[in-house]
């Protein structure tokens, strides 16, 4: 008697991920958190939202926004100071270097160019230094500890980087944000006194114009200096990559 086929097992339902449902809670109490704000607003102060708001901006107007851009162009010049210094403190002389590592692997002095590497404070040094611990390995682990170990050296080079292109990208924004805030205020002035006609619309959208051009002030350095670093770091990387594969092509030879 011929034997039945087995049955395939079923296939197993996907189950909705732990960050999946942690979506849905963040989303359901912002939802439940707007409803009652809402119901406060309306029923228990009894004033409409955007009257309540008008009244906000009318009093801070678009000057907490200049204060607020001024502190992030702060924040933009110290991290581009400091990045600029760390840069400078790990500066090599990458021709002389390279051409100083190939002579002493040349003459088999690997002791001397361990020393020579180690000697360099930065990414090139470590990550080359790491290859060169590796050479009686062969070249496969070589390859693998430079690529953990530029990894590694990697996060401190783009330290603070993206700090930088995020103040780049939004300041801009923060700056549009105080000019609306400068607009609605100068709406509002204009509604509590008619009387005084243009003159006062004028005037206030003049000073809420002030936001956007702070913020294209603060946004223009941020992204050239970002854009600057950035580029740097490359350079690095490709130094620290033709370093470590020189004393790879070494441990091939051999």
């Known amino acids: 008697m011929a034997s039945s086929p087995e049955r395939p097992d079923p296939i197993p339902l996907k189950q909705p991920s732990l960050l999946a449902w942690s979506g849905v809670f963040l989303l359901g109490h912002v939802l439940l958190l707007a409803v009652g704000a809402w119901l406060i607003v309306r029923f228990a102060l009894d004033v409409p939202l955007t009257r309540l708001l008008a009244a906000a901006v009318t009093t801070t107007g ?18 581009t100071l400091e990045r600029l210094r760390f840069y400078a403190r ?21 002791d001397d160019a361990l020393r020579l590497v180690e000697s360099l404070e930065g990414m090139e040094g470590r990550v080359t230094a790491a290859c060169l611990r590796c050479f009686d ?16 050296e990697r996060l401190a080079y783009d ?38 006609g243009a003159e006062v619309v004028m005037s206030g959208i003049s000073e809420a114009l002030i936001a956007t051009g702070v913020g294209l002030l603060v946004a223009i350095p941020s992204v050239i200096a970002y854009n600057a670093l950035k580029g740097r770091v490359k350079v690095v990387v490709t130094h620290t990559e033709t370093l470590a594969r020189t004393v790879m092509r070494f441990a091939k030879a051999r």
């Open 90 to 110: 790990r500066r090599i002389e990458f021709d002389a270097t390279r051409q100083r590592l190939t002579e002493l692997l040349a003459e088999g002095r690997h």
């Open 137 to 152: 390995q062969g070249p496969a682990a070589m390859e693998e500890e430079m690529m953990g170990a530029l990894a590694n």
């Open 159 to 196: 330290k603070n980087l993206v700090v930088l292109g995020t103040l780049g990208n939004n300041a801009p924004f923060i700056g549009l944000f105080g000019t609306v805030l400068g607009i609605i205020k100068a709406f509002v002035d204009l509604a509590a006194d008619l009387t005084g």
């Open 62 to 79: 678009a000057e907490w926004i200049m204060y607020l851009l001024i502190a992030l162009s702060v924040v933009s010049s110290g991290l």
